[in-house]
């Protein structure tokens, strides 16, 4: 019965991947805006389940959708560059770096100025589709954007373009589909930031004296109640409107822009430093005296004007405290752009304002808060300690885009393992900061949070080596930009498999790290060795920027039963359908597909080969082949599962006969 299961599966993929699909159909429009300047418009129509990259991707990322407009006979200028929706932000697990892209419908708008008389402007958009198990290859469709105001139905060409990057400085309209999910995860991680802040020596102690200070002041305990539930919603709205500033000065989306910028990660890796070291004793960040005396001056006339201006005096009051975090914050939140740093303030401020009204309500469970003491000052340390932690993750970034390769994965690895490493000393009382009360002992909290500490730096230390580290794969650099890819002290020929089997390396060939499969990229030379050494050909239609292959390659492929297949009964040809590479000149032929096209690139040649031979164009694909290139089984796209990957491989294998 499971045998069934697994064939049945296998059939299933291959009926999905059997097909040339074209999930995505373009429009364009023109709207008018005076009798020289015109909004061009494309709108992409993306069926269900496949979503369209943004113009903007990080570098090493997918392919970026890239808009281009002949203006060969200059009958118009560009005002600006094309504006796109704010679409969904994703944390992929496999580029190890946030993507950005659309589902449903996406617009993307071009402001124009008419210098000369025309009525029809080209273009073409070039562009890359995927959904939950594959990627298309990348493709151009033509545009024609009519003054007349008609609305045209794009044309479709294939074109294998560079993974480039668009340029940082691309607009955004707000887009109705926008993604919830980051705004989510922005106000949760600001709300647990914000219950961090008021265990700090600014806040906690103004707990009890506050709302004593309203149950006394007040005539009755509804009173007392009610000012400090207009207390704390008083604090909201400070923080609110400081995100508000920060979101209205820089733009909805700026902040984006800017999180992405080489220089700006560097000042955020300088910023978070020096919050780090002042949460670690060396200096207090503080706003001006005369700030607080004004405020608190304020504070004393009394009724709803009074209560707001009490709470403006907390914002200032704890700023040395509060300040760190609250910046740290909107650093994060402006890498998501949009409404995040008024989210992520909202999520802070909640946090704070709570207790103040809960209190207030039952001001018995006053007596049930611990003491102040030292405990709040190692709060704040810890707090130090995260904060520099995270600075290096935006020195990594910008080091990954400039590839400087001077915090390569190692180096990121072992200074983590130095910060939480010397933390764990810390918690376990063998060092001592400046603000620091004389420690006698340590409680169980601090000895269980110190353990903590320490098993996570040990965990980190394999990672020196090579391992994955999979709890912190979102921080450090890819395994790829290290110094030592394979592993520090990995030999690579020692280890047995297609490098030993085979001795040398034939011509073309090369090796798969870290798990040494040997493959080809050239289709005719791999086929070529194949027939030599008697062995069936496996088709791997692959490319630089497809994730599922990617997936395939790291999750699937290293099953020993799956990884000896592939070392040693099969040859593996690897076609990239979106290799750049130019062809050879006595290479470049017409396009069957496309007539009145050239093949001019080698990933439009292996595009082309797997749409025509095998009536798919998404990527994963994969074929088994025999000498006289006849399928030994059926072609299969992305198959997650070990056991049902291997019983289509191994049953390809199987059917081979020299």
């Known amino acids: 019965m499971k045998n069934i299961l697994l064939v049945l599966a296998l059939l299933t993929f291959n009926f999905v991947n059997s097909q040339v699909l074209d999930p995505v159909k373009w429009t364009t429009s023109v709207e008018k805006i005076s009798d020289t300047q015109y909004n061009l418009i494309a709108t992409a129509n993306i069926d269900a389940g496949w979503h369209l990259y943004s113009q903007v991707v990080p570098e090493g990322g997918p392919i970026a959708t890239t808009f281009i407009y002949d203006n060969s006979e200059e009958n118009f200028t560009l005002n600006g560059n094309t504006v796109e929706g704010e679409g969904h932000t994703v944390q992929d697990p496999v580029f190890e770096m946030e993507i950005k892209y659309f589902d449903g419908e ?5 402001n124009i100025k008419v210098t000369k008389a025309t009525s029809t402007i080209n273009g073409f958009v070039e562009f890359m589709v995927c959904d939950d198990t594959r990627c298309l290859p990348p493709t151009e469709i033509d545009l024609e954007f009519q ?4 609305t045209a139905l794009a044309t479709e060409t294939t074109k294998a373009v560079t993974p480039e990057v668009a340029t940082d400085n691309t607009t955004k309209i707000t887009d109705d589909s926008a993604s919830n999910k980051g705004l989510w995860s922005i ?7 914000g219950f961090a802040a008021l265990l700090t020596p600014c806040v906690f102690p103004m707990i009890p004296m506050t709302v004593s200070f309203f149950t006394k002041q007040s005539k009755n305990k509804a009173a007392g109640i009610k000012n400090a539930i207009i207390y704390g919603i008083c604090i909201i709205v400070i923080y609110l409107l400081l995100g508000i500033a920060v979101t209205g000065i820089f733009g909805a989306d700026a902040l984006n822009a800017l999180a992405t910028n080489v220089w700006f990660n560097i000042i955020f890796f300088v910023l978070l430093v020096v919050f780090a070291v002042s949460f670690l004793g060396a200096f207090e960040i503080m706003l001006p005296n005369s700030w607080a005396n004004k405020v608190d001056s304020q504070a004393d006339r009394g009724g709803l004007v009074g209560i707001f201006f009490m709470a403006l005096a907390l914002a200032i009051v704890s700023f040395s405290c509060t300040g760190p975090i609250v910046g740290t914050l909107l650093v994060e939140a402006a890498s998501k752009g949009g409404v995040a740093p008024i989210i992520g303030m909202f999520g802070f401020s909640l946090a704070i304002a709570l207790p103040f009204a809960l209190f207030a309500a039952f001001p018995g469970w006053l007596n049930s808060l611990p003491k102040s003491g030292g405990w709040l000052n190692t709060v704040k340390v810890v707090l130090g300690f995260l904060e520099l932690a995270l600075a290096f993750k935006f020195l990594s970034q910008a080091d990954l885009v400039l590839q400087l390769h001077i915090l390569e994965r190692e ?3 072992a200074i983590w393992i130095a910060i939480f490493g010397t933390l764990a000393f810390y ?3 063998k060092i001592q900061l400046p603000h620091d009360s004389p420690l006698t002992h340590i409680s169980v909290g601090r000895l269980s949070l110190g353990l903590i500490v320490l098993t996570f730096t040990i965990y980190m230390i394999p990672g020196l080596w090579g391992a994955p580290l999979n709890i912190i794969s979102a921080f450090p650099p890819p395994q790829d930009y290290s110094e030592s890819p394979y592993g520090v002290g990995f030999s690579k020929l020692g280890s047995g498999g297609s490098a030993s089997a085979h001795g040398d390396l034939p011509e073309g060939a090369h090796l798969l790290a870290p798990h040494d499969i040997m493959a080809f990229n050239d289709y005719d030379t791999g086929l070529a060795y194949a ?9 791997d239609f692959t490319g630089w920027a497809c994730v599922n292959c990617r997936k395939m390659e790291q999750n699937v492929w290293p099953a020993p ?6 070392k040693n009964d099969v040859v593996l040809i690897s076609l990239y359908v979106d290799d750049k590479r130019k062809l050879e000149a006595d290479e470049i032929v017409d396009s069957q597909l496309k007539p009145g096209k050239k093949l001019k690139y080698i990933g439009q040649k292996w595009s082309e080969m797997q749409t025509i031979k095998y009536k798919s164009n998404s990527q994963p694909f994969y074929v088994i082949i025999d000498h006289n290139e006849e399928k030994l089984v059926e072609p299969v796209g992305y198959i997650p599962d070990v056991e049902a990957y291997h019983t289509w491989l191994n049953a ?6 020299i």
């Open 411 to 413: 180096v990121f690895i």
């Open 531 to 539: 027939k030599k050494v008697g062995k069936p050909v496996m088709l």
């Open 652 to 657: 390809g294998v199987s059917n081979f006969k």
């Open 561 to 566: 039963e799956i990884l000896n297949l592939l």
């Open 187 to 193: 106000f949760f991680i600001a709300f647990l930031s």
């Open 106 to 110: 996406a617009k993307f708008i071009q």
């Open 427 to 429: 918690l376990f009382g």
């Open 147 to 150: 003054l007349n105001g008609k």
